[in-house]
T-cell receptor, first 114, second 108 residues
């Protein structure tokens, strides 16, 4: 039982390059989330998907796009990377019910944009 | 104004003491409240959730919620050096909003 799997774990990009961060969960959760974490800033929600086929913006969506490919997979795309997007990115999943915590996080992707 | 506020710390307590971590949140139709522990370089780990006013205990951890005053706290009894980590408060108003975390140091 892998839980939430993120790939890659590390990535270095040059300004202007594009990339897609992959996330998959095997817990049959309806809701999935992408966060970024910067020093002293806590976790900030980029996008989330309450259920398969739906996506919504979070606090900091600019410069990102997402795809909920199916119930298991939720990808995050940087079309033209900028140094301000240097961060640690976490994917998470949860049940859709109101009381469910975003309790299952992936191991994170450490991204540097030069 | 941030949705969820936490003191960044660090909060230092001696081994065996009670650590008290606090979190305040903005006035919304709040639904659920969570505490996460995050070790350096690792992903957050859910340790407590609370939905109703009052206290909820789980082992050495007690979460306290006061919706009228808009705060939620986490007490860690008999603190151990292994409890040294950053503790993140999160509130669910449909989406999740996280505080920036409080760093806890438990000194042997």
């Amino acid at each position: 039982n892998a839980g939430v799997t993120q790939t890659p774990k590390f990535q270095v990009l040059k300004t202007g390059q594009s990339m897609t961060l992959q996330c998959a969960q095997d817990m049959n959760h309806n809701s999935m989330y992408w966060y970024r974490q910067d020093p002293g800033m806590g976790l900030r929600l980029i996008y989330y998907s309450a259920s398969e086929g739906t996506t919504d913006k979070g606090e900091v969506p600019n410069g990102y796009n997402v795809s909920r490919l199916n119930k298991r997979e939720f990808s995050l795309r940087l079309e033209s990377a900028a140094p301000s997007q240097t961060s640690v990115y976490f994917c998470a999943s949860s049940e859709a019910r109101r009381g469910a915590g975003s309790g299952n996080f992936g191991a994170g992707t450490r991204l540097s944009v030069l | 104004q941030k949705e969820v506020e936490q003191n960044s710390g660090p909060l230092s307590v001696p081994e065996g003491a009670i650590a008290s971590l606090n979190c305040t949140y903005s006035d919304r139709v709040s639904q659920s409240f969570f505490w996460y522990r995050q070790y350096s370089g690792k992903s957050p780990e859910l340790i407590m959730s609370i939905y109703s006013n009052g206290d909820k205990e789980d082992g050495r951890f007690t979460a306290q919620l006061n919706k009228a005053s808009q705060y939620v706290s986490l007490l860690i009894r008999d603190s151990q050096p292994s409890d040294s980590a950053t503790y993140l408060c999160a509130v669910r108003f449909n989406k999740f909003y996280f505080g920036s975390g409080t760093k806890l140091n438990v000194k042997p």
